[in-house]
C-alpha cells in the first residue's frame, strides 16, 4: 500500500500536466515569442555566417520583434532538450508537443523537489497533502507546459523555495543551511535577471527576513550570491541575446523593466486596485477556499507548524504586498508563491487530518477537505474543459489543412489577428522543405509535395489595398468583410463565448448563419468534443436529474475560413 501511494504521489502532478496540454494543445499570444523562437532554433538552427540575413529571412522575432526585445535563453534550452528526441517525430505540430511536453515535466519535477522539502519540514503526510492540493489547482497545471517567461521562471523559483524550506529545517550554524540559503538566493537572482524582473523583489522580501532573523550572513551570502548569480544571469542573457537581436549589449529584462515600469507602460494595458493579488489573484490560483480560510491560519497557530509556516509565508506575502504597488496586475505575475502558500495550506490538512479519530470537530474538517478536494478536481476540470475551447486560431488552421489537403499546387494563407493571437503557430504551419542543416529537424516528404505560404501582415495600408489580397487562396478571419474581394465562407471556428443557466423549457445550442449556409452545402457541423460531451451530458441529466434547468457552454462563430473565390474558379 505504501508503494502505492508512493508511485501516486510521484506521478499525479507529471500525468495531470500532460493531460492539460494534450487536450489542450495550443498555444496563445503570450507564448508565442517563445513558442516560435523555438521553432526557428529547430527547423533552421543557429547560424555561424551571414548572421543578420539568415535571422532576417528565416526568425519570426525579426519580423514582429513586439514592443521590447525578449530573451531567447528559455528557448535555447528547451530546443536544447528537445533536440534529442526529433527524430521519433514525423510533424512539427507533435513537435510543438514534444517542446511543451519538457517544460511541463520541468515544472512538474520542481514541484515533486518541493513536496520532497515540505516532507523534511512538516512530515510525511503533509507532502502527500501538498501534492493533493497543487494537483488540484487549475492554473499551475494548465500553465506548467506553456511557454511563458512567467513559467520558464517558475522552475527556478520553485527550486529556490525548495531549498529555502530545507534550509529553514535545518540547524541554522550548519553548513547545510548555509548552502541551501545561498543556492535559493543564486537561484532567484538569476531567475529575476533573466526571466522576469519581478522576482528581484521575492529576491529582497526574502533576503531580508533572513538577515532580521539573523540565519544569513551579508558578506558570506547575500553579497556572493548577489554577485555570481548576477554574472551568471548577464553572462547568459546578454551574450545568447546580443547574438539572437543582433544588438549588443543587450539585457531583454531590463529593456523591458524600464519600459513597463520606469516609463509605465505595463499601465496601458489596463490597471486594477491595490488587493487584487489578495482579493482575486491568490484565491483564484489556490483554488480551494479551505486552503486559505481553514489550512492556512490551522497552520499558523499550531505550535508545531508555527516557526516554519511563518517563515514562508511572511517573505511570500511580503513580496505580494510589494507587487500590489504596480498598477497593472496579472495573476501570473504572483505565480511563485503558489508551492509556498500551498506547503503552509498541507502543514495545517495534515494536522487535521491525522487528528481525525480525536474529535468530532476534527473528524467534521476532515470530511471536509477530502470534499473540497473532489471539489478542486471537478473544477479544474470543467475549467480544462472552457480553457480548451479558448484557441479558434490553431483549430481553424488544422481544419484548413485538411480542407486543402487534396490540393496539389502553391497555397497561399493570410492569417489576421485573432488567428495568430489564438493559436496559430509555426509548428502548425506546414513545412514546404525538407531542412538539409545538420541537428535540424528534417520534414518528411510527404509535406513537400505542395508549398504553403503564409502571411500576418498587420499594415493597415496593406490590408485596405484589393491587390493585397488577390493572392491568397485562403483567409483566416475574425470578420470576413475585412478581406476584399470575393470569399466565401467554407468553414467556420466557434470559440467560448460564456456560460448561461437554462430555465425548463429553453433551448440549449444555436447555429450560425455562416455555420447553416455550409450544412445547406452539405457540409458537417463540427461541434468540438467538450460540446459534444457537454450536450450528451444535457441529454442524460436535464431532464431526469436538473427539472429542466441546465448551465450551457455557450458557443460563438470566432475564426471563418474564408477561400478566394475567384482564384478557386481559375485553378479549375
Known amino acids: 500500500m505504501d508503494r502505492l501511494l508512493r508511485l501516486f504521489s510521484y506521478s499525479l502532478i507529471p500525468l495531470l500536466v500532460l493531460l492539460h496540454l494534450f487536450y489542450s494543445p495550443y498555444t496563445k499570444v503570450e507564448e508565442s515569442f517563445n513558442i516560435q523562437a523555438i521553432h526557428d532554433i529547430l527547423v533552421h538552427g543557429i547560424?555561424?555566417?551571414?548572421?543578420?540575413?539568415?535571422?532576417?529571412?528565416?526568425?519570426?522575432?525579426?519580423?514582429?520583434?513586439?514592443?521590447?526585445?525578449?530573451?531567447?535563453?528559455?528557448?535555447?534550452?528547451?530546443?536544447?532538450?528537445?533536440?534529442?528526441?526529433?527524430?521519433?517525430?514525423?510533424?512539427?505540430?507533435?513537435?510543438?508537443?514534444?517542446?511543451?511536453?519538457?517544460?511541463?515535466?520541468?515544472?512538474?519535477?520542481?514541484?515533486?523537489?518541493?513536496?520532497?522539502s515540505v516532507q523534511k519540514a512538516f512530515g510525511k503526510p503533509a507532502r502527500f497533502w501538498f501534492i493533493i492540493l497543487q494537483a488540484s489547482q487549475f492554473h499551475v497545471i494548465y500553465y506548467a507546459s506553456r511557454t511563458l517567461p512567467n513559467v520558464f521562471a517558475f522552475a527556478?523559483?520553485?527550486?529556490?523555495?525548495?531549498?529555502?524550506l530545507v534550509a529553514n529545517s535545518t540547524p541554522p550554524s550548519s553548513d547545510l543551511a548555509s548552502k541551501h540559503y545561498r543556492l535559493c538566493l543564486y537561484l532567484l537572482t538569476i531567475a529575476g535577471i533573466i526571466f522576469r524582473s519581478e522576482l528581484t523583489i521575492l529576491l529582497g522580501t526574502i533576503t531580508l527576513y533572513l538577515l532580521t532573523q539573523q540565519r544569513i550572513s551579508i558578506t558570506k551570502a547575500v553579497i556572493p550570491a548577489g554577485i555570481i548569480g548576477t554574472a551568471i544571469g548577464l553572462f547568459s542573457t546578454v551574450s545568447v541575446d546580443s547574438f539572437f537581436w543582433q544588438t549588443f549589449p543587450l539585457w531583454p529584462e531590463w529593456t523591458a523593466f524600464y519600459y513597463n515600469t520606469i516609463q509605465g507602460h505595463s499601465a496601458d494595458w489596463g490597471t486594477s486596485p491595490w488587493y487584487f493579488y489578495f482579493v482575486n489573484a491568490l484565491p483564484r490560483l489556490l483554488l480551494n477556499p479551505l486552503t486559505y480560510l481553514v489550512c492556512i491560519p490551522f497552520a499558523t497557530i499550531n505550535p508545531a507548524t508555527q516557526r516554519q509556516s511563518l517563515d514562508l509565508l511572511a517573505p511570500l506575502l511580503g513580496f505580494v504586498g510589494l507587487y500590489s504597488l504596480l498598477p497593472h496586475k496579472?495573476?501570473?505575475?504572483?505565480?511563485?508563491?503558489?508551492?509556498?502558500?500551498?506547503?503552509?495550506?498541507?502543514?495545517?490538512?495534515?494536522?487535521?487530518?491525522?487528528?481525525?479519530?480525536?474529535?468530532?470537530?476534527?473528524?467534521?474538517?476532515?470530511?471536509?477537505?477530502?470534499?473540497?478536494?473532489?471539489?478542486?478536481?471537478?473544477?479544474?476540470?470543467?475549467?480544462?474543459?472552457?480553457?480548451?475551447?479558448?484557441?479558434?486560431?490553431?483549430?481553424?488552421?488544422?481544419?484548413?489543412?485538411?480542407?486543402?489537403?487534396?490540393?496539389?499546387?502553391?497555397?497561399?494563407?493570410?492569417?489576421?489577428?485573432?488567428?495568430?493571437?489564438?493559436?496559430?503557430?509555426?509548428?502548425?504551419?506546414?513545412?514546404?522543405?525538407?531542412?538539409?542543416?545538420?541537428?535540424?529537424?528534417?520534414?518528411?516528404?510527404?509535406?513537400?509535395?505542395?508549398?504553403?505560404?503564409?502571411?500576418?501582415t498587420e499594415d493597415p495600408s496593406l490590408l485596405l489595398d484589393p491587390a493585397f489580397w488577390w493572392k491568397f487562396d485562403y483567409v483566416l478571419a475574425e470578420s470576413p468583410e475585412k478581406a476584399i474581394g470575393g470569399w466565401q465562407v467554407v468553414d467556420v471556428v466557434n470559440g467560448f463565448a460564456g456560460v448561461r443557466v437554462l430555465r425548463p423549457g429553453e433551448?440549449?445550442?444555436?447555429?450560425?448563419?455562416?455555420?447553416?449556409?455550409?450544412?445547406?452545402?452539405?457540409g458537417q457541423r463540427k461541434s468540438g468534443r467538450v460540446a459534444e460531451v457537454w450536450k450528451a451530458l444535457e441529454v442524460l441529466f436535464r431532464e431526469k436529474i436538473t427539472r429542466g434547468w441546465w448551465i450551457e457552454i455557450m458557443m460563438r462563430p470566432k475564426i471563418r475560413i474564408l477561400a478566394n473565390s475567384q482564384r478557386c474558379s481559375e485553378q479549375v
Open 47 to 116: 547560424p555561424t555566417k551571414n548572421q543578420s540575413a539568415y535571422l532576417a529571412a528565416n526568425f519570426d522575432h525579426v519580423s514582429f520583434p513586439g514592443s521590447v526585445p525578449r530573451t531567447f535563453v528559455g528557448a535555447l534550452m528547451l530546443a536544447g532538450l528537445s533536440r534529442p528526441w526529433l527524430s521519433l517525430f514525423t510533424s512539427l505540430d507533435h513537435i510543438q508537443l514534444l517542446v511543451r511536453s519538457i517544460l511541463g515535466l520541468t515544472n512538474a519535477f520542481a514541484l515533486l523537489a518541493f513536496g520532497a
Open 507 to 522: 433551448e440549449s445550442g444555436s447555429t450560425s448563419p455562416e455555420e447553416l449556409e455550409i450544412l445547406k452545402l452539405g
Open 330 to 456: 496579472e495573476w501570473r505575475f504572483v505565480l511563485y508563491v503558489i508551492p509556498g502558500l500551498t506547503a503552509v495550506a498541507a502543514a495545517g490538512a495534515s494536522w487535521i487530518w491525522v487528528r481525525r479519530a480525536k474529535s468530532l470537530m476534527y473528524r467534521l474538517l476532515s470530511v471536509a477537505l477530502m470534499a473540497s478536494v473532489l471539489a478542486s478536481f471537478t473544477a479544474s476540470t470543467a475549467l480544462l474543459a472552457i480553457s480548451s475551447l479558448n484557441y479558434p486560431g490553431g483549430m481553424a488552421l488544422t481544419r484548413l489543412h485538411q480542407t486543402a489537403g487534396d490540393e496539389q499546387r502553391i497555397i497561399r494563407v493570410h492569417f489576421d489577428n485573432l488567428a495568430c493571437q489564438t493559436g496559430v503557430t509555426r509548428f502548425l504551419q506546414k513545412q514546404n522543405r525538407p531542412q538539409r542543416t545538420e541537428g535540424t529537424f528534417q520534414a518528411p516528404e510527404d509535406l513537400t509535395q505542395k508549398r504553403w505560404e503564409y502571411d500576418k
Open 156 to 164: 527556478l523559483s520553485t527550486l529556490a523555495l525548495r531549498s529555502y
